[in-house]
């Protein structure tokens, strides 16, 4: 069972659009959110993360939405550059064995000039 | 700042055989991980150590033996090579446990032949 889902699988938008992506999960002890994206070629490296005491985090281009009721959560891309082109995993982990960190299968970013 | 070293960066082996990746860290992090990567279907954890000498098993370790021989170093050991097996591993660290930011190595690509 897939406990952390990404959605859509592939998304493409032009250079300055807002790019939206989803990401839900099952178990509702998940009290950390990490985003990694990973550049062709490259390994993935922390974007930005999220822990639900707050439904909003922020930086720069970069904002997370997450809604704890719905088990819900979206990283939002605004003005999006071609350089913002990956692969973007959302992630979840619980307090209690917070080594164990769980991936979704990502989603494929492109965007155009 | 510091640097995760993956060797060998490319490994070709034969079906059945036994083969060993190597992953060194200088960033003087307590934890230390294995995933698997294959495409379209994310990063998942093969193995964990939270320190020198301890092993923790993750979702996929059937197959698999990893060995935390020193802080710095932890190996993995694909058993037995199942044939046209096409995966990269990747090997990461982190500081402690409290869900800090892990750090990933550039990857061994496996081909089995």
């Known amino acids: 069972q897939q406990q952390v889902r990404q959605s859509p699988q592939s998304l493409t938008v032009w250079e300055g659009e807002t790019a939206i992506l989803n990401c839900s999960y099952e178990?509702?002890?998940?009290?950390?959110f990490p985003w990694y994206w990973q550049f062709p070629r490259e390994s993935p490296a922390l974007l930005i993360a999220i822990r639900p005491v707050s439904n909003k985090k922020e930086d720069g281009r970069f904002t997370i939405f997450f809604n704890k009721r719905e088990k819900k959560l979206s990283l939002h891309i605004t003005d999006s550059q071609p350089g913002d082109s990956a692969t973007y995993f959302c992630a979840a982990s619980e307090g209690t064995n917070a080594y164990k960190v769980i991936f979704g299968k990502g989603t494929h970013l492109h965007v155009l000039p | 700042g510091g640097i995760i070293t993956q060797t060998p960066k490319f490994l070709i082996g034969q079906e059945g055989q036994k083969l060993t990746l190597k992953c060194q860290q200088n960033?003087?992090?307590?934890?230390m991980y294995w995933y698997r990567q294959d495409s379209g279907k994310g990063l998942r954890l093969i193995y964990y150590?939270?320190?020198?000498?301890?092993?923790q098993k993750g979702d996929l370790s059937e197959g698999y033996d990893a060995s935390r021989e020193k802080k710095s170093s932890f190996s993995l050991t694909v058993t037995s090579a199942q044939k046209n097996e096409m995966a990269v591993f990747l090997c990461?660290?982190?500081?402690?446990?409290?869900?800090?930011?892990?750090?990933f190595g550039p990857g061994t690509r496996l081909l089995v032949l």
């Open positions: 960033f003087n992090h307590d934890t």
């Open positions: 150590s939270i320190t020198e000498n301890d092993l």
């Open positions: 990461a660290s982190s500081r402690d446990s409290n869900q800090d930011t892990q750090y």
């Open positions: 178990d509702s002890t998940f009290d950390y």
